[in-house]
Protein backbone atom coordinates (compact mmCIF):
# COMPACT_ATOMS: atom_id res chain seq x y z
CA UNK A 1 0.00 0.00 0.00
CA UNK A 2 1.48 3.87 -0.80
CA UNK A 3 -0.10 6.05 2.03
CA UNK A 4 2.50 5.21 5.07
CA UNK A 5 1.94 8.71 6.58
CA UNK A 6 -1.60 7.39 7.93
CA UNK A 7 -0.34 4.17 9.73
CA UNK A 8 0.67 6.50 12.64
CA UNK A 9 -2.62 7.82 13.03
CA UNK A 10 -4.21 3.80 14.20
CA UNK A 11 -5.27 4.13 17.25
CA UNK A 12 -7.49 6.96 16.41
CA UNK A 13 -8.77 5.23 13.82
CA UNK A 14 -9.29 1.82 15.54
CA UNK A 15 -10.99 4.11 18.27
CA UNK A 16 -13.49 5.37 15.91
CA UNK A 17 -14.53 2.03 14.56
CA UNK A 18 -18.16 1.33 14.55
CA UNK A 19 -20.30 -1.70 14.24
CA UNK A 20 -22.18 -1.94 11.13
CA UNK A 21 -25.21 -3.83 9.94
CA UNK A 22 -24.43 -6.40 6.78
CA UNK A 23 -27.23 -7.28 4.94
CA UNK A 24 -28.25 -11.11 4.71
CA UNK A 25 -27.36 -13.02 1.33
CA UNK A 26 -29.89 -16.05 1.80
CA UNK A 27 -33.21 -15.73 0.29
CA UNK A 28 -36.16 -17.85 1.58
CA UNK A 29 -40.11 -17.96 1.51
CA UNK A 30 -40.26 -16.49 5.47
CA UNK A 31 -38.41 -14.36 7.53
CA UNK A 32 -38.72 -15.01 11.55
CA UNK A 33 -38.15 -11.25 13.18
CA UNK A 34 -35.68 -11.50 15.57
CA UNK A 35 -35.11 -9.15 18.67
CA UNK A 36 -33.77 -5.77 17.11
CA UNK A 37 -35.79 -6.20 13.71
CA UNK A 38 -37.25 -3.50 11.91
CA UNK A 39 -39.52 -3.45 9.06
CA UNK A 40 -36.69 -1.62 6.90
CA UNK A 41 -33.67 -3.58 8.39
CA UNK A 42 -35.82 -7.02 7.22
CA UNK A 43 -36.18 -5.14 3.66
CA UNK A 44 -32.54 -3.91 3.88
CA UNK A 45 -31.51 -7.90 3.91
CA UNK A 46 -33.51 -9.11 1.11
CA UNK A 47 -33.17 -6.71 -1.36
CA UNK A 48 -36.38 -5.46 -1.12
CA UNK A 49 -38.70 -1.85 -0.58
CA UNK A 50 -40.52 -1.66 2.42
CA UNK A 51 -43.67 -0.72 0.50
CA UNK A 52 -43.12 -3.78 -1.02
CA UNK A 53 -42.54 -6.52 2.79
CA UNK A 54 -45.74 -4.37 4.14
CA UNK A 55 -47.89 -5.01 1.05
CA UNK A 56 -46.83 -8.39 1.12
CA UNK A 57 -47.45 -9.20 4.54
CA UNK A 58 -50.70 -6.99 4.85
CA UNK A 59 -49.07 -5.18 7.23
CA UNK A 60 -50.91 -1.35 8.03
CA UNK A 61 -47.90 0.33 10.10
CA UNK A 62 -44.08 -0.72 10.26
CA UNK A 63 -44.96 -2.26 13.63
CA UNK A 64 -43.54 -5.98 14.27
CA UNK A 65 -42.62 -8.17 17.00
CA UNK A 66 -40.19 -10.63 18.17
CA UNK A 67 -41.25 -14.69 16.65
CA UNK A 68 -43.62 -13.15 13.79
CA UNK A 69 -42.89 -15.09 10.49
CA UNK A 70 -42.86 -12.38 7.60
CA UNK A 71 -43.66 -13.61 3.91
CA UNK A 72 -40.74 -12.72 1.43
CA UNK A 73 -42.16 -11.94 -1.83
CA UNK A 74 -40.81 -14.07 -4.89
CA UNK A 75 -40.42 -12.21 -8.28
CA UNK A 76 -37.15 -10.47 -7.46
CA UNK A 77 -36.01 -8.78 -10.66
CA UNK A 78 -33.46 -10.41 -12.78
CA UNK A 79 -31.20 -9.73 -15.36
CA UNK A 80 -28.48 -11.22 -18.00
CA UNK A 81 -26.03 -8.39 -16.93
CA UNK A 82 -24.84 -8.21 -20.52
CA UNK A 83 -25.25 -4.66 -21.36
CA UNK A 84 -23.25 -4.16 -17.96
CA UNK A 85 -20.33 -6.61 -18.71
CA UNK A 86 -20.14 -4.94 -21.96
CA UNK A 87 -20.29 -1.32 -20.84
CA UNK A 88 -16.63 -2.61 -18.09
CA UNK A 89 -15.18 -4.45 -21.15
CA UNK A 90 -15.16 -1.29 -23.01
CA UNK A 91 -14.07 0.73 -20.12
CA UNK A 92 -11.08 -1.44 -19.63
CA UNK A 93 -10.34 -1.37 -23.06
CA UNK A 94 -8.85 1.70 -22.97
CA UNK A 95 -7.20 1.26 -19.95
CA UNK A 96 -3.09 0.27 -19.78
CA UNK A 97 -2.44 -3.10 -18.49
CA UNK A 98 -4.41 -6.30 -17.76
CA UNK A 99 -7.65 -6.19 -15.33
CA UNK A 100 -9.81 -8.79 -14.24
CA UNK A 101 -13.17 -8.66 -12.63
CA UNK A 102 -15.78 -11.26 -11.18
CA UNK A 103 -19.33 -10.14 -10.32
CA UNK A 104 -22.21 -11.61 -8.23
CA UNK A 105 -25.55 -10.82 -7.61
CA UNK A 106 -26.17 -11.80 -4.14
CA UNK A 107 -29.82 -11.44 -4.45
CA UNK A 108 -29.74 -13.41 -8.27
CA UNK A 109 -26.76 -15.51 -7.98
CA UNK A 110 -26.25 -14.23 -11.53
CA UNK A 111 -22.68 -13.47 -11.98
CA UNK A 112 -20.50 -12.17 -15.01
CA UNK A 113 -16.21 -12.30 -15.24
CA UNK A 114 -14.29 -10.32 -17.79
CA UNK A 115 -10.46 -12.77 -17.29
CA UNK A 116 -11.85 -14.50 -14.50
CA UNK A 117 -9.67 -17.13 -14.47
CA UNK A 118 -6.42 -15.13 -15.43
CA UNK A 119 -4.02 -15.60 -12.60
CA UNK A 120 -2.42 -12.27 -11.32
CA UNK A 121 -0.94 -10.85 -8.73
CA UNK A 122 -2.57 -11.66 -5.41
CA UNK A 123 -0.78 -8.99 -3.18
CA UNK A 124 -2.50 -8.01 0.21
CA UNK A 125 -6.01 -9.74 -0.86
CA UNK A 126 -4.69 -12.76 0.23
CA UNK A 127 -4.72 -11.75 3.56
CA UNK A 128 -8.91 -12.01 3.48
CA UNK A 129 -8.62 -15.98 3.49
CA UNK A 130 -5.71 -16.28 5.66
CA UNK A 131 -7.54 -14.27 7.90
CA UNK A 132 -10.88 -16.45 7.39
CA UNK A 133 -8.71 -19.23 7.85
CA UNK A 134 -7.97 -18.48 11.27
CA UNK A 135 -11.56 -17.44 12.29
CA UNK A 136 -12.77 -21.32 11.29
CA UNK A 137 -9.79 -22.52 13.24
CA UNK A 138 -11.30 -20.68 16.39
CA UNK A 139 -14.94 -20.93 15.70
CA UNK A 140 -14.21 -24.78 15.94
CA UNK A 141 -11.96 -24.68 19.19
CA UNK A 142 -8.69 -25.70 17.39
CA UNK A 143 -6.98 -22.28 18.59
CA UNK A 144 -7.85 -19.21 20.81
CA UNK A 145 -8.50 -15.26 19.76
CA UNK A 146 -6.24 -15.21 23.39
CA UNK A 147 -3.19 -17.11 21.90
CA UNK A 148 -0.16 -15.23 21.43
CA UNK A 149 2.36 -15.44 18.80
CA UNK A 150 5.91 -14.26 19.27
CA UNK A 151 7.69 -11.75 16.85
CA UNK A 152 10.86 -12.74 14.85
CA UNK A 153 12.18 -10.16 13.02
CA UNK A 154 14.48 -12.33 11.15
CA UNK A 155 11.25 -14.28 10.15
CA UNK A 156 8.68 -12.08 10.02
CA UNK A 157 9.93 -8.27 9.49
CA UNK A 158 8.40 -6.82 5.96
CA UNK A 159 8.12 -3.15 5.38
CA UNK A 160 5.35 -1.53 3.59
CA UNK A 161 1.74 -1.85 5.14
CA UNK A 162 1.60 -1.80 8.26
CA UNK A 163 2.58 -0.38 12.16
CA UNK A 164 4.37 -3.18 13.37
CA UNK A 165 7.50 -2.53 11.50
CA UNK A 166 7.84 0.58 13.39
CA UNK A 167 7.07 -1.04 16.92
CA UNK A 168 7.82 -4.57 17.33
CA UNK A 169 10.91 -6.24 19.09
CA UNK A 170 11.91 -9.76 18.92
CA UNK A 171 10.36 -11.21 21.80
CA UNK A 172 6.91 -9.19 21.76
CA UNK A 173 3.97 -11.20 21.71
CA UNK A 174 0.43 -10.47 20.03
CA UNK A 175 -2.83 -12.48 20.23
CA UNK A 176 -4.25 -13.95 17.67
CA UNK A 177 -7.23 -11.85 17.47
CA UNK A 178 -4.92 -8.48 17.36
CA UNK A 179 -2.64 -10.06 14.76
CA UNK A 180 -5.74 -10.83 12.49
CA UNK A 181 -6.96 -7.33 13.57
CA UNK A 182 -4.24 -5.56 11.56
CA UNK A 183 -4.10 -7.94 8.89
CA UNK A 184 -7.36 -6.69 7.60
CA UNK A 185 -7.86 -3.28 9.25
CA UNK A 186 -4.33 -1.61 8.43
CA UNK A 187 -3.30 -4.55 6.13
CA UNK A 188 -0.24 -5.54 8.39
CA UNK A 189 2.44 -7.42 6.74
CA UNK A 190 4.40 -8.46 9.89
CA UNK A 191 0.73 -9.88 11.57
CA UNK A 192 -0.20 -11.55 8.55
CA UNK A 193 3.49 -13.04 8.31
CA UNK A 194 3.33 -14.18 11.71
CA UNK A 195 -0.01 -15.48 10.64
CA UNK A 196 1.12 -17.21 7.89
CA UNK A 197 4.68 -18.96 9.85
CA UNK A 198 2.20 -19.88 12.57
CA UNK A 199 -0.54 -21.83 10.53
CA UNK A 200 1.68 -22.89 7.77
CA UNK A 201 1.17 -21.92 4.23
CA UNK A 202 -0.07 -25.37 3.03
CA UNK A 203 -2.75 -25.12 5.81
CA UNK A 204 -3.48 -21.87 4.48
CA UNK A 205 -3.60 -23.62 0.93
CA UNK A 206 -5.56 -26.54 1.92
CA UNK A 207 -8.10 -24.35 3.59
CA UNK A 208 -8.40 -22.18 0.15
CA UNK A 209 -9.00 -25.03 -1.83
CA UNK A 210 -11.87 -26.56 0.60
CA UNK A 211 -13.93 -23.67 -0.01
CA UNK A 212 -13.83 -23.67 -3.70
CA UNK A 213 -10.52 -22.02 -4.35
CA UNK A 214 -8.93 -23.33 -7.92
CA UNK A 215 -5.89 -21.16 -8.57
CA UNK A 216 -3.72 -21.29 -5.12
CA UNK A 217 0.01 -20.32 -4.74
CA UNK A 218 0.70 -21.39 -8.29
CA UNK A 219 4.38 -22.25 -8.57
CA UNK A 220 4.56 -21.27 -4.86
CA UNK A 221 3.47 -17.39 -6.59
CA UNK A 222 1.06 -15.43 -4.34
CA UNK A 223 -1.42 -15.46 -7.68
CA UNK A 224 -5.04 -16.02 -7.84
CA UNK A 225 -8.09 -15.12 -10.06
CA UNK A 226 -10.85 -12.87 -9.77
CA UNK A 227 -13.70 -15.40 -9.81
CA UNK A 228 -11.44 -17.21 -6.72
CA UNK A 229 -11.23 -13.74 -4.96
CA UNK A 230 -14.99 -14.13 -5.13
CA UNK A 231 -15.38 -17.61 -3.55
CA UNK A 232 -12.94 -16.19 -0.43
CA UNK A 233 -15.61 -12.96 -0.38
CA UNK A 234 -18.83 -15.75 -0.64
CA UNK A 235 -17.06 -17.95 2.12
CA UNK A 236 -16.65 -15.03 4.50
CA UNK A 237 -20.38 -13.77 3.86
CA UNK A 238 -21.45 -17.56 4.73
CA UNK A 239 -19.39 -17.79 7.71
CA UNK A 240 -20.87 -14.31 8.98
CA UNK A 241 -24.36 -15.87 8.73
CA UNK A 242 -23.16 -18.58 11.42
CA UNK A 243 -20.89 -17.08 13.75
CA UNK A 244 -20.18 -14.05 15.41
CA UNK A 245 -16.36 -13.55 14.51
CA UNK A 246 -17.32 -13.53 10.73
CA UNK A 247 -19.67 -10.88 11.49
CA UNK A 248 -16.64 -9.05 13.46
CA UNK A 249 -14.26 -9.82 10.12
CA UNK A 250 -16.75 -8.63 7.83
CA UNK A 251 -16.67 -5.35 10.38
CA UNK A 252 -13.02 -5.21 10.21
CA UNK A 253 -12.90 -5.22 6.17
CA UNK A 254 -15.49 -2.08 6.47
CA UNK A 255 -13.66 -0.17 8.61
CA UNK A 256 -10.42 -0.48 6.98
CA UNK A 257 -7.77 2.68 6.65
CA UNK A 258 -7.81 1.65 2.71
CA UNK A 259 -10.30 3.34 0.52
CA UNK A 260 -8.87 3.97 -2.73
CA UNK A 261 -10.82 0.77 -4.65
CA UNK A 262 -14.23 -0.15 -4.22
CA UNK A 263 -15.35 2.88 -2.24
CA UNK A 264 -13.89 5.46 -3.78
CA UNK A 265 -16.92 6.74 -5.92
CA UNK A 266 -20.49 5.48 -4.39
CA UNK A 267 -22.05 7.17 -2.14
CA UNK A 268 -20.90 7.36 1.65
CA UNK A 269 -23.87 5.23 3.88
CA UNK A 270 -23.39 2.38 1.78
CA UNK A 271 -21.43 0.15 4.17
CA UNK A 272 -18.68 -1.96 2.08
CA UNK A 273 -16.64 -4.85 3.48
CA UNK A 274 -13.70 -4.88 1.39
CA UNK A 275 -9.69 -5.84 1.46
CA UNK A 276 -7.14 -3.89 -0.73
CA UNK A 277 -4.12 -5.01 -2.36
CA UNK A 278 -1.13 -3.25 -3.76
CA UNK A 279 2.25 -4.09 -5.18
CA UNK A 280 3.77 -1.89 -8.34
CA UNK A 281 1.50 -2.07 -10.92
CA UNK A 282 -1.06 -4.47 -9.48
CA UNK A 283 -3.88 -2.66 -7.90
CA UNK A 284 -6.34 -4.67 -6.41
CA UNK A 285 -9.72 -5.34 -4.37
CA UNK A 286 -12.46 -7.25 -3.36
CA UNK A 287 -15.00 -7.21 -1.76
CA UNK A 288 -18.84 -7.31 -1.51
CA UNK A 289 -21.09 -3.34 -1.14
CA UNK A 290 -24.31 -3.53 0.73
CA UNK A 291 -26.39 -1.59 -1.36
CA UNK A 292 -30.36 -1.79 -2.25
CA UNK A 293 -29.34 -5.14 -4.15
CA UNK A 294 -26.08 -6.03 -2.63
CA UNK A 295 -23.39 -7.76 -4.61
CA UNK A 296 -19.79 -9.20 -4.49
CA UNK A 297 -16.60 -7.33 -7.34
CA UNK A 298 -13.46 -8.43 -7.05
CA UNK A 299 -11.07 -6.64 -9.36
CA UNK A 300 -7.57 -7.73 -9.93
CA UNK A 301 -4.75 -6.79 -12.34
CA UNK A 302 -1.08 -6.01 -13.57
CA UNK A 303 0.80 -3.93 -15.60
CA UNK A 304 -1.21 -0.83 -14.29
CA UNK A 305 1.11 2.42 -15.45
CA UNK A 306 0.00 4.24 -12.84
CA UNK A 307 -1.07 2.85 -9.44
CA UNK A 308 -3.51 5.81 -8.41
CA UNK A 309 -4.99 5.04 -12.12
CA UNK A 310 -5.39 1.55 -11.24
CA UNK A 311 -7.21 2.31 -8.05
CA UNK A 312 -9.56 4.99 -9.89
CA UNK A 313 -10.00 2.78 -12.45
CA UNK A 314 -11.47 -0.21 -9.98
CA UNK A 315 -13.48 2.55 -8.03
CA UNK A 316 -15.23 3.49 -11.71
CA UNK A 317 -16.19 0.11 -12.36
CA UNK A 318 -17.31 -0.61 -9.10
CA UNK A 319 -19.72 2.88 -9.27
CA UNK A 320 -20.76 1.05 -12.93
CA UNK A 321 -21.84 -1.93 -11.05
CA UNK A 322 -23.57 0.23 -8.10
CA UNK A 323 -25.55 2.34 -10.40
CA UNK A 324 -26.47 -0.55 -12.61
CA UNK A 325 -27.72 -2.57 -9.37
CA UNK A 326 -29.54 0.61 -7.51
CA UNK A 327 -31.51 0.57 -10.74
CA UNK A 328 -32.67 -3.06 -10.43
CA UNK A 329 -33.37 -2.24 -6.85
CA UNK A 330 -36.04 0.49 -8.45
CA UNK A 331 -37.61 -2.13 -10.49
Excluded at 74 to 103: E, H, K, M, W
Excluded at 110 to 126: E, H, K, R, V, Y
Excluded at 225 to 250: C, H, I, K, W
Excluded at 267 to 274: E, K, L, N
Amino acid sequence: MFRNSRFRLLAIILALVSLVVFPLVAYGASYQVKAGDTLWLIAQKFGLSVENLRASNNLEGDLIYPGQNLYIPDGITTSNYSDLQRQVQAYLAGQPGTYAVYFKDLISGQTFGINADTPLPAASTIKLPTVLFINDLVNRGILDWQQKLTYDSATHYQGGSGILQFSARDGDKYTLRALTTQAITVSDNIAYNMLRSFVGKGSIANYMRSIGGQTVFPNGQNYTTARDMATYVQAALNFAEVSPDGRRLLDDMANGIYNEGIPLMIPQGVTIAHKEGFIWGSPSDVGVVFGSRPFIITVLSEGVEDDVQGFTNIGIISKMIYDYQEGLARW
